[in-house]
């Protein structure tokens, strides 16, 4: 039997990159999936693929916005009767000098990589309490446990979704809902694009694996979280890094 059949999972930022594999991966093992992103069209390039030998749905959402949130989650309950896990993963940020930075940026990147995971799982959870079960798995950054340079709002930003992880945690474990975040290194995603070919050479010689890693593979660690294999785990950050930081 597959690890998801008759499992009801939203992944935000599901266009591309590790949300994208990660809605895939889910698919591949029986997941019911809601496509959610901002990018509607890339939504719907990706559920039309899960569609091929399953079941998905597109949904855009801004999950800056509550109320789209919220939007989001009452369509999947119409759609599919029920959330049993969300992957919350939609991310976002633009690299450059602390001091060079202005409030604007630091607004956008605090709305996407924070308020973002905090509107989706406010969203979601109502049903999971009422059911009694649920999966949540928050995508951080390795940004969020040991800093990075030129990341530093962003970083601030991941470190509070690994703090809101642990707290959720502890809070809805009693309703049966185990919440786990995953902290990617560097990973071969458009988040890369403009990178400078030196600094992205320096980066791979640090990495004791050798190279970057691939969305798939932090996609499988991700749907472990949300397996029953995962059954007695919550509150829990996992690094998939290559080796690059061992906090």
């Known amino acids: 039997m597959m690890r998801f059949s008759e499992r009801v999972a939203i992944v935000t930022g599901a266009a591309s990159g590790i949300g994208r594999a990660t809605a895939l991966q889910l698919?591949?093992?029986g997941a019911i999936v809601v496509v959610a992103?901002?990018?509607?069209?890339g939504a719907e390039e990706v559920a039309a693929e899960i569609r091929k030998s399953g079941?998905?749905?597109?949904?855009?959402?801004?999950?800056t916005?509550?109320?789209?949130?919220r939007s989001m989650a009452t369509e999947t309950l119409k759609a599919f009767g029920r959330i049993d896990i969300l992957v919350s993963n939609a991310g976002w940020d633009r690299a450059g000098p602390f001091i060079e930075s202005d409030e604007d940026l630091w607004d956008k990147v605090i709305a996407i990589n924070y308020r973002g995971h905090l509107a989706t799982t406010h969203a979601v959870l109502p049903s999971m309490i009422e059911r009694g079960w649920g999966r949540i798995v928050t995508v951080a950054s390795d940004a969020g446990r040991v800093g990075s340079t030129g990341e530093v709002v962003y970083s601030g930003a991941k470190g509070a979704v690994i703090a809101f992880?642990?707290?959720?945690?502890?809070?809805?474990?009693?309703?049966?809902?185990?919440?786990?975040?995953?902290?990617p290194g560097l990973t071969d995603t458009p988040f890369l694009a403009g990178m400078p070919e030196k600094l992205m050479a320096a980066i791979i010689r640090s990495i004791p694996l050798g190279r970057v890693g691939r969305p798939d593979e932090v996609a499988r660690a991700i749907a472990f979280f949300a397996s029953p294999d995962a059954d007695y785990i919550t509150g829990q950050t996992l690094s998939v890094n290559g080796g690059l930081n061992m906090p």
Do not use: F, W, Y
């Open 27 to 29: 698919a591949s093992d």
């Open 37 to 41: 992103d901002i990018d509607l069209p």
């Open 55 to 63: 079941q998905a749905m597109a949904q855009r959402v801004d999950v």
């Open 65 to 69: 916005d509550a109320a789209e949130a």
């Open 165 to 183: 992880t642990k707290g959720l945690a502890r809070e809805v474990a009693r309703h049966g809902i185990n919440v786990n975040c995953v902290a």
